[in-house]
């Protein structure tokens, strides 16, 4: 064969698409709305070449329920009670996040004690959420086992829950001028019996799929999700912190009394889906730090300044205020003309900004890369869709 | 603590400060005293400009567009946008307002600026009816594609809506 | 003590001249026998896996359905027959229906040729373990043509997930499986169970034994689609993989298949490695020797293979699952290299001789009657 052929032939194999050699071609495959790993009603319409990822369109909207149209029809203390449907594992936090900027909004006053309930409620949902993420994790890798060890962990601290709040699930415990209860007497024993039972089994967490190689061999290098680019989706929460950007609004714009409490960001390197991973277990010990600071330290006093029955006025106005969930930011804003009912709404919530880091990170990774991106960004869908 | 990958380049400036740069790169905005934090009204005419300029200018470094939503305000005949913006390298933060037509919302897309302006946008278009111009993919986000009208649009009725008991 | 194994093939094809309807009742028995076995087997695996899925995760599992729910299998099994049996518009009716039965058939003809016993054996073929290997590929056929038939995408990436996986470790195990073909110098099954009445190969060849055990178990791990190994289902990224499209009947013969896979699996490693139904024979230490024949071969095989069945549920309780591209590293890049070299120790060491107890292994391996041999087994099923 002499060079000239060899070089058109050459050329011309590299004249093909790397992808039709084989004469594959690429098909289209719907991912949910009823899919195990998107958990909820997520749909991903997936561009594959076999098992390779092309492309990620995300469909949105199975349960849109327009909670903020709910809102303008609702006065400032309802519409408080429709946030833990929004992100149900943070319920509370949601809570405070509305209660925060109508407590802005009509100058309400809150008291230390008041404060230390809500931080200390808030903090132990964030380890509640992280313990389901977990478990759903490892099974989105494909061990069952995890799923049953979070659940079971997660069990002792929803039954804490429930002796204050009354709910397990979609809790309302925060509302402007203070919380609804006190909190139950046997709480801060309570609390203890958990973090007693539950930082031994962290530790085990952390044999089970942490140290597991393929966990490991699944994890690393998977979904990099650059600094920049978390910044330009929008990320926030430990998406973004896995990204190696330590923003944390509870160090940032601390609020409660997180100002307070001694506390680390634990931040990633370089942002693939260990990262995300490592960053969320470290954030586990930390918020099990903040808790331990505060049980002993819960001021005496009032837990509510407003009368639940009082109306709340606000003046006209914009009010933002935003704060830390177990996703990321989330942000209130507040539109009024006056009255007893707001003009407009609007949550910024973090699982619909996290969202979108799927559509550049899964593609030219596997199905299963997929899957395991997913479950390292934590959405929780009705967050999404409001 | 670890260090941020993100260089912390920028000095947070407070709200005084803040708005008096922006009115030096935009003479046009104007202080919207009415919000709890920094904000601005921005003539519609001016807005793309100035994002550019508040995304890159050395010492405002918005970086994060943290939501857009938008306002509509029936009476006066306007779509209110919203914008609020953060600056992780900085800390410092802004909302910016910027006016639309009511009846006739176009406004410029900001996906090259923020790229995830391209699904807040499709959040607001599919809610609003602003269309945004130069948007690669503006299509409803939570609603059917063949809905009809706005939904927080304030005039929005359809026939499935309860009337309030008042 | 003296192993005089005899399969029930064998033992009718010797009735047949002269006694044609015990040689009938034989056949018969070992048919129904084997229906029995499989049944039975299915729901005590799939009561097993439950149980110990539920201990691993800290529950009870079944418990409610007879005496510490035993009879859970029994009530599943009934409602899987009960329910309704879809077939999917657009799928290839005909394959659809075959491809279960398929996965089922491959299973059975497997076990059949496993020797449980000196005297629980059906078929013994001089070639068996070639077998017994080429009848598990039915298996993969079931699979691909399951997801194939299914006209659902999902489905059929599970099926050439499976196809891909199964056929590329179809090698390793193989490999393994010469080892302790190597060392017995036979392919004939209860052949390579009288080989190790001296020991068993898995620590009498100096770690060769070993590797090889390991290797197989492996390799078979990820020919019956078990977790890590599990992608052609993978629960989690293709909902169910090949059997997403499978209800009621066909999906039970489906779920019958995978734990009769388990089983065959367990049973293939305890046969070549772990002395099949043979006593813990160590050499020539009689007084041991007759000490471990104090139980019955019968005894010893099951515990064995319940063993390795257990050591496979724990590895799919414990572990995640690995990525389809990691899954094909590991056996072209890491298994099938060590099963070679493993395969040249091993052939080193039986030319040589340096194993434990070569003398008495290398005695003449009991020559079996003609008549039990395949060839006049037609009787049996």
């Not at chain 1, 404060?115 to 989105?140: C, N």
């Not at chain 2, 005419?45 to 918005?62: G, K």
């Not at chain 3, 898995?202 to 020919?223: N, P, Q």
């Not at chain 3, 072209?332 to 070569?358: D, E, R």
Request: aromatic share 10%; glycine share 8%; hydrophobic share 50%.
């Amino acid at each position: 064969m002499n060079a000239t052929v060899a070089t058109t032939l050459r050329a011309r194999l590299d004249a093909l698409p790397s992808q039709s050699l084989l004469g594959t071609q690429e098909y289209f495959v719907n991912m949910g709305p009823q899919h195990p790993s998107t958990h909820g009603v997520l749909r991903l319409v997936l561009k594959l070449d076999g098992e390779t990822v092309h492309q990620v369109i995300p469909v949105l909207g199975y349960i849109h329920r327009g909670i903020e149209k709910i809102c303008e029809h609702s006065n400032y203390r309802q519409l408080v009670h429709l946030t833990d449907r929004m992100d149900y594992l943070s319920a509370l936090a949601n809570n405070w996040a509305a209660t925060m900027v109508v407590e802005k909004a009509a100058a309400m006053e809150t008291n230390s004690r008041i404060e230390a309930i809500r931080t200390l409620v808030t903090e132990l949902q964030r380890i509640h959420s992280h313990q389901l993420w977990w478990g759903v994790f490892g099974m989105d890798l494909g061990a069952f086992t995890p799923f049953f060890y979070g659940f079971r962990d997660r069990e002792i601290l929803t039954d804490v829950f429930e002796r204050t709040i009354g709910g397990r699930l979609t809790m309302n415990y925060i509302q402007p001028g203070g919380v609804m209860h006190d909190i139950h007497p046997e709480l801060v024993a309570d609390v203890k019996a958990f973090l007693a039972v539950f930082k031994p089994r962290l530790d085990e967490y952390e044999a089970l799929l942490s140290e597991n190689v393929i966990v490991q061999e699944r994890l690393r290098g998977v979904g990099v999700l650059t600094a920049q680019d978390a910044v330009a989706l929008g990320a926030t929460g430990p998406v973004l912190r896995a990204s190696g950007v330590a923003h944390d609004l509870r160090k940032a714009e601390p609020y409660g009394l997180y100002g307070q409490v001694a506390f680390d960001v634990p931040v990633g390197s370089r942002g693939d889906c260990w990262d995300r991973y490592a960053v969320r277990m470290q954030e586990m010990r930390q918020s099990i730090r903040i808790v331990e600071q505060l049980l002993d330290n819960i001021p005496e006093g009032k837990h509510f300044l407003v009368k639940p029955a009082a109306k709340i006025k606000v003046k006209p106005g914009v009010w933002y205020s935003h704060l830390e969930t177990a996703r990321g930011v989330l942000g209130a804003m507040l539109v009024s003309t006056g009255g007893e009912a707001p003009y407009r709404v609007h949550f910024r919530t973090p699982n619909f900004n996290n969202l979108w880091a799927v559509t550049t990170t899964a593609t030219g990774g596997r199905v299963a890369d997929l899957v395991a991106i997913l479950s390292s960004l934590d959405l929780v869908i009705p967050d999404i869709d409001r | 603590m670890a260090t941020s990958l993100l260089p912390v380049s920028g000095q947070a400036l407070d709200a005084q400060s803040l708005v008096a740069k922006i009115q030096k790169l935009c003479p046009a905005a104007q202080l919207r005293p009415d919000c709890d934090r920094p904000a601005v009204k921005v003539p519609l005419a001016h807005w793309p400009v100035l994002a550019q300029q508040l995304f890159a200018s050395a010492d405002l470094l918005f970086d994060l567009l943290e939501t857009h939503t938008a306002i509509d305000w029936v009476q006066t005949g306007q779509i209110e946008l919203v914008y609020v913006l953060t600056s992780l390298q900085c800390g410092h933060h802004l909302t910016v307002f910027v006016d639309v037509a009511r009846d006739n919302p176009v406004a410029p897309s900001l996906c090259a600026v923020w790229p995830i302006a391209q699904w807040q946008e499709r959040e607001v278009f599919d809610l609003f009816g602003v269309h945004y111009t130069d948007h690669p993919d503006l299509r409803r986000l939570f609603l059917d594609d063949d809905w009809q009208g706005f939904p927080l649009r304030k005039d929005y009725a359809d026939d499935f809506m309860l009337e309030r008991p008042s | 003590m003296h192993f005089d194994p005899q399969s029930l093939a064998s033992r009718a094809a010797h009735l047949a001249p002269t006694d044609p309807w015990p040689a009938l009742g034989v056949v018969v028995g070992s048919v129904l026998g084997v229906a029995a076995f499989v049944t039975v087997l299915g729901l005590v695996l799939i009561y097993a896996e439950r149980k110990i899925a539920a201990h691993f995760q800290c529950r009870v599992g079944p418990y409610r359905v007879g005496p510490h729910g035993t009879l859970q299998a029994v009530a599943d099994a009934v409602k899987l027959l009960l329910k309704e049996d879809v077939v999917p518009t657009g799928s290839d009716h005909l394959l659809h229906i075959l491809a279960p039965v398929l996965s089922f058939a491959g299973m059975v003809l497997c076990i059949i040729a496993l020797p449980m016993g000196p005297h629980a054996q059906v078929v013994d073929l001089d070639i068996g373990v070639l077998y017994i290997t080429a009848v598990a590929g039915l298996g993969v056929l079931g699979i691909l043509l399951g997801g194939w038939s299914s006209h659902n995408k999902w489905s059929l990436l599970g099926a050439m997930r499976a196809g891909a996986q199964i056929i590329s470790y179809e090698l390793s195990a193989m490999l393994a499986l010469l080892v302790a073909v190597l060392f017995s110098g036979t392919l004939q099954l209860s052949g390579i169970v009288l080989a190790q009445q001296e020991g068993w190969w898995i620590w009498r060849a100096h770690g060769a034994g070993l590797v090889a055990f390991v290797l197989f178990v492996v390799a078979g791990t990820a020919e019956i689609n078990r977790t890590p190994f599990d992608l052609a289902e993978g629960e989690s990224e293709l909902t169910a993989g090949f059997h997403t499209e499978y209800s009621g009947l066909r999906f039970a013969f489906f779920f019958l298949a995978e734990f009769l896979n388990l089983f065959v699996l367990a049973a293939m490693a305890t046969t070549l490695f772990l002395g099949g139904w043979m006593p813990l024979h160590i050499g020539s230490w009689s007084a041991w020797n007759a000490a471990m024949d104090m139980l019955p071969p019968g005894l010893w095989f099951a515990g064995k293979a319940a063993a390795v069945v257990f050591l496979l549920m724990w590895f799919r309780w414990t572990f995640p699952r690995l990525r389809v591209d990691q899954l094909m590293r590991l056996e072209w890049k890491v298994l099938l290299p060590i099963g070679f070299a493993n395969l040249f120790f091993a052939a080193v060491l039986v030319v040589s001789g340096w194993y434990f107890f070569p003398t008495v292994a290398a005695a003449p391996v009991p020559q079996l009657p003609a008549a039990g041999s395949s060839d006049d087994a037609g009787g049996a099923p």
